[in-house]
């Protein structure tokens, strides 16, 4: 078993980590254009594509999430006991946010010490897309965390332990910084470009405005019950702007980043406890017929995978059970029914571990459309409009169908079991017209809203830190209707993470000062600021 748990913080040792960052990102990238200082460009420019490898999810992120954050939200479900801790995941997630953070303030410092700081605003507006995405994610996770004042330990020894931001001054101060810097990206030629060596989108100026834009969309949705009036300000404009649409989508993988993906085989290798729950099967089948036959949702093929006995035979969610086998073993790539004589429930498709190429998602044009559709139904940025709801509500069931699909027909790993072509229209409708999915305009707001929120929810189903952000925020994604003592004691009070060894050991007054020194339990159990349901 992997064990990352870091002894330094990421305040005091600066220098090493700035080494650390600038030494990763050693690939021969080409030449900003007409650069202002060759060297410095250059290194702005391997520091910018540091922070993209960043993006890169951890090994314990990963671990914990098929140990943790899956049977939380209910997407999946485990047997058995990992014996892996959640403080994992802390450690890897703020060691790998801070450590970026002092190579975006770097490179923060650079572009505003450059003589042609007017022709390098295009870098900074992509660097503050990124840093704000990273932020979100830290702070959704965690709730307060430093920030205003981290990654800045350069500047003297009072930002070595440095005070944490209210999460709503975070996101008040990352959703402006969203606005304008979509606002500021730039095609014109008097802007210094990163051209094609930019690891993300190539430069793709159009796609940074939609992937900008759509972050707003979603972090604006997600204070909507806390904060309307802000929120509402955020979604009424960002839905007037480009966003992510079909099946265009943003993650990162090795084939793009150039990182090496071996933490997701390891996350799920290493532990053979994920299968196939009862919350999301129902949602895609209309009967418990263990040869399939009533799967009406082509997603529960491409995410899962029947047992070794061939049969499909979900885990009830909030029942104990075991299983055996080894259905994540790598001997199953030359045979794929080897998954050992005790897996008698179904399991993760066995490809998602095997495929790293597969991205490491970050937001996908589903997720837009489904946003779209409940803004629509609760009136939010405008008239509340059931049939554009509907409008949108279908485009993320198809988006998301076709995205999977795809996701499996372009896999060069994926044998057993691999579509062959994208659903027909009359396939997409099998869908969208069965009773569990179809959305009625005449819907009343709670009924429409759990179709939406169900969707989502399934959408993200290699996304389960966002499925849980998601949970907290509605309340209202899928859940067994068998007992949830089971979840409910094992699961359910898990409602943030808590902060990392290495902030206890050096920043112990300043933690204090926000958890109020509850035990780590409790705190885990304390909701951040933007979940009141």
Same mark, same amino acid.
């Given at each position: 078993m992997k064990k990352v748990i870091t002894k330094y913080t990421t305040y005091l040792l600066l220098g090493c980590i700035i080494s650390a960052i600038s030494s990763s990102c050693t690939k021969d990238f080409e030449e900003i254009n007409k650069p202002w200082k060759e060297d410095q460009?250059?290194?702005?420019?391997?520091?910018?594509?540091?922070?993209? @490898? $960043?993006?890169? +999810?951890?090994? =314990?992120?990963?671990?914990?999430?098929? /140990?943790?954050?899956?049977?939380?939200?209910?997407?999946?479900?485990?047997?058995?006991?990992?014996?892996?801790?959640?403080?994992? @995941? $802390?450690?890897? +997630?703020?060691? =790998?946010?801070?450590?970026?953070?002092? /190579?975006?303030?770097?490179?923060?410092?650079?572009?505003?010490?450059?003589?042609?700081?007017?022709?390098l605003q295009h870098i900074k507006s992509m660097l503050t897309i990124l840093k704000a995405y990273k932020t979100f994610k830290i702070t959704d996770i965690f709730g307060d965390i430093p920030f205003s004042e981290a990654g800045r330990a350069d500047e003297g020894s009072s930002y070595y332990a440095v005070k944490f931001d209210k999460q709503e001054e975070i996101y008040t101060m990352l959703l402006t910084a969203l606005k304008e810097s979509v606002a500021t990206l730039s095609t014109g030629g008097d802007q210094i470009s990163l051209g094609s060596s930019q690891t993300l989108f190539n430069n793709d100026i159009a796609m940074w405005r939609k992937f900008g834009n759509s972050l707003r969309l979603r972090y604006a949705m997600r204070i909507s019950e806390v904060n309307p009036s802000l929120a509402s300000e955020h979604i009424q404009e960002a839905l007037t702007l480009p966003l992510l649409e079909n099946t265009e989508h943003v993650g990162v993988s090795p084939a793009a980043q150039g990182f090496t993906g071996e933490g997701r085989e390891w996350s799920f290798n290493s532990g053979l406890y994920l299968r196939m729950g009862s919350t999301a099967w129902q949602l895609m089948s209309d009967n418990n017929d263990t040869d399939g036959s009533g799967i009406f949702d082509q997603r529960a093929r491409i995410f899962f995978e029947t047992n070794v006995n061939n049969q499909w035979i979900p885990k009830e969610q909030n029942l104990s059970a075991s299983d055996g086998g080894e259905p994540y073993n790598v001997r199953r790539d030359d045979n794929w029914n080897n998954k050992g004589a005790g897996n008698l429930l179904s399991n993760f498709n066995y490809y998602f571990g095997r495929d790293k190429n597969i991205p490491e998602l970050i937001i996908t044009a589903a997720e837009v459309y489904f946003l779209k559709a409940e803004a629509a139904v609760r009136g939010i940025g405008g008239t509340a409009n059931m049939a554009n709801a509907k409008t949108n509500y279908d485009a993320g069931v198809r988006s998301s169908v076709n995205f999977w699909t795809t996701m499996a027909m372009n896999s060069n790993v994926w044998v057993v079991n691999k579509p062959s072509a994208l659903p027909t229209t009359e396939q997409l409708s099998w869908i969208t017209t069965n009773p569990k999915v179809a959305f009625s305009t005449d819907l009343s707001e709670s009924a429409a809203l759990s179709l939406i929120y169900a969707q989502a929810w399934l959408d993200l189903f290699r996304q389960p830190y966002e499925a849980w952000a998601l949970q907290r925020r509605?309340?209202?994604?899928?859940?067994?209707?068998?007992?949830?003592?089971?979840?409910?004691?094992?699961?359910?009070?898990?409602?943030?993470?808590?902060?990392?060894?290495?902030?206890?050991?050096?920043?112990?007054?300043?933690?204090?000062?926000?958890?109020?020194?509850?035990?780590?339990?409790?705190?885990?159990?304390?909701?951040?600021w933007w979940d009141v349901n």
């Open positions: 460009a250059a290194n702005i420019n391997n520091m910018f594509n540091g922070v993209v @490898a $960043s993006l890169e +999810l951890t090994w =314990n992120e990963q671990s914990v999430a098929n /140990s943790w954050i899956y049977p939380i939200t209910q997407l999946a479900t485990v047997v058995g006991s990992s014996g892996y801790r959640m403080e994992a @995941a $802390s450690n890897d +997630l703020w060691n =790998n946010y801070y450590r970026t953070l002092i /190579s975006i303030r770097k490179i923060e410092k650079d572009i505003d010490a450059s003589p042609d700081v007017a022709k509605t309340d209202q994604t899928p859940k067994s209707e068998i007992s949830d003592n089971l979840w409910q004691n094992e699961y359910g009070n898990y409602l943030r993470l808590n902060y990392a060894d290495a902030e206890y050991q050096y920043n112990r007054d300043n933690v204090s000062a926000i958890t109020g020194d509850k035990s780590a339990q409790d705190w885990m159990a304390t909701r951040v």
